[in-house]
């Protein structure tokens, strides 16, 4: 298939640069950037450096952030120590962990890139690709190879679908970013009508037979312009899913759109398109293909998995600890890597909640690893608003955010925690510092997206909030209220709530199940009447 896209004349500036010069030849340069300060780097090549997973921080005075891959979460003791020294000796010891199972270090100098990343590759980490226009870090089940609940272990899966994109210059060149989620648990573990292309569980039975296999949805997104990806009617075995997969990047990178930035993702081709004009162009790819089977879906898990839970390996528990807003230090990490070596077989995952599972503790070990000092700072029992909180970085080191983020929503769930007592069930609160979504406020149980709100002479923050997304089989994006709240009226607003919530609460329902069953306009009022 020929780069048709090259011979367009209405590419954006960014693709134009891409053309010039593609992402993956930045590593190429790392050497010659150490003698560079920001002010003497052409602004192509700070855009270029995403490719290498760096980006530009607040407030561009040289420092960068750094995004190490961790595909579905899958990371070793050996690994997590590597990455705690490095973020001691380059990113004043702070380590972010993403709602895509990746992990970020900040406060990075150009100079220190080449030693930093040859020290990853040597324990099998990479940043390629972690961010720019390419195919980003695979989000999946975090419990793939000990989930009960499973239908096929996803590991080799998520490994070949690694190897196969990354550092691929057939795929460095896309419209925008392509992100990949598989998972073959079915409570939606990998997010998957979010995701530009995911892989869910399904089975297909003929002549009494039962394969194990996936469905697959196309097109999901956020951002400014959210998209629920669209579900397509093939069934694929498992080594049909790289074949897929590279099939949906052949047509993203072939049709997707290349005009405006804000209009390039591939949510706005699938939108555009037909199910049997994309089905058919699948099918011109990878010839003809299975239909029908069964996807096999229940309640979602946003990422819940707090406590001691049995593996389905006999004698073997994994245990989920919370950390707040996905924030580390570097012992922290080191402290982990100690309790999976001492407890365990030195392995741990990230979730896309941000927390980190210790995975294969046998039982007999659960009772003296839960009594660890590192479980009482992290704890396994989190409380119902701060436990289940998501921001993200907000102005401490984000170009676009206009507020912080962080330590705003961990103050305000907190306070929630402690005047809520009482609640029975997890209130997922999230909180993005612009319109971008990183924290994913369209779909959370509330969603608070932020700005700044200009009152006289001075500035305060303000914020839109939205009721009530959720995902799994009957996925649907929490639903704006109109207008805005200045921050000094939140925590009201959000009290007047949870106590609807709490007096009308039915058979122990879900805050979702109970903001479905309630009139828009009931919240409505409670916004107006706050502001």
């Known amino acids: ?67 190490i891959k961790i595909p579905s979460g899958k990371f070793s003791a050996l690994q997590a120590r590597e990455i705690a020294l490095l973020a001691k000796k380059y990113g004043h010891g702070e380590i972010q962990i993403t709602t895509r199972q990746a992990m970020q270090l900040h406060w990075l100098e150009l100079k220190d890139l080449p030693d930093i990343l040859e020290r990853l590759q040597k324990i099998g980490l990479t940043t390629t690709e972690a961010c720019g226009d390419c195919p980003r870090n695979i989000l999946g089940n975090p419990l793939m190879g000990i989930d009960p609940d499973e239908l096929i272990d996803t590991t080799a899966i998520v490994e070949e679908l690694m190897a196969f994109f990354i550092d691929n210059p057939e ?4 419209p925008r970013k392509f992100k990949i989620s598989v998972s073959s648990n079915p409570h939606d573990t990998g997010y998957a009508a979010i995701n530009d292309l995911a892989f869910i569980p399904a089975s297909l039975t003929t002549n009494e037979t039962t394969i194990n296999g996936f469905h697959a949805l196309v ?35 072939e049709q997707g759109y290349r005009v405006k930035r804000t209009h390039c993702r591939l949510k706005f081709l699938i939108e555009d398109w037909s199910l049997e004009k994309i089905y058919q162009e699948i099918k011109n790819i990878t010839g003809p293909l299975i239909h029908g089977g069964q996807t096999h879906s229940k309640d979602w898990n946003p990422g819940i998995y707090h406590g001691i839970h049995p593996q389905k390996q006999t004698g073997y528990s994994y245990i989920g600890a919370d950390i707040p807003m996905g924030q580390l230090r570097d012992a922290d990490l080191l402290a982990f890597a100690d309790l999976a070596e001492i407890h365990g077989d030195g392995n741990l995952r990230t979730t896309n909640s941000q927390n980190i599972l210790l995975i294969n503790i046998p039982d007999n070990n659960v009772p003296q690893i839960i009594q ?30 206009p507020i912080e983020t962080q330590q705003r929503l961990l103050a305000l769930a907190q306070t929630l925690d402690k005047e809520f007592p009482k609640i029975s069930s997890p209130i997922r609160l999230h909180l993005s510092g612009c319109p971008h979504s990183c924290a994913q406020t369209q779909i959370a149980d509330i969603g608070l997206c932020g700005g700044l709100e200009r009152i006289g002479d001075i500035s305060i923050a303000s914020f839109t909030i939205s009721i009530g997304g959720t ?50 306009a009931v919240f409505q009022q409670i916004f107006d009447d706050c502001r």
Request: proline share 4%.
């Open 171 to 174: 795929f460095s060149n896309l």
């Open 1 to 67: 298939m020929q780069h048709s896209w090259k011979d367009r004349i209405d590419l954006n500036k960014n693709e134009q640069t891409k053309l010039q010069k593609d992402g993956l030849a930045i590593f190429q340069d790392l050497e010659k950037f150490r003698e560079l300060s920001m002010a003497e780097m052409l602004p192509e090549d700070i855009e270029l450096l995403k490719w290498a997973g760096v980006y530009a921080q607040r407030p561009k005075d040289g420092h960068f952030m750094l995004r």
């Open 372 to 401: 660890a000092p590192l479980l009482q700072k992290f704890s396994i029992e989190p409380k119902f608003f701060s436990g289940y909180a998501t921001a993200c970085t907000g102005n401490t080191y984000c170009n676009w955010a």
């Open 471 to 520: 995902l799994g089989s009957t996925p649907a994006f929490a639903k704006q209220l109109k207008g805005r709240i200045k921050e000094n009226d939140v925590l009201t607003f959000l009290r007047k709530i949870l106590e609807l919530f709490m007096a009308n609460q039915k058979n122990a329902e879900s805050f979702h199940q109970f903001s479905q069953r309630t009139d828009f």
């Open 219 to 253: 097109g999901g997104g956020l951002s400014a312009d959210p998209h629920l990806a669209k579900k397509l009617d093939v069934f694929l075995t498992p080594k049909e899913v790289l074949p897929f997969a590279r099939a949906i990047a052949l047509i993203f990178r």
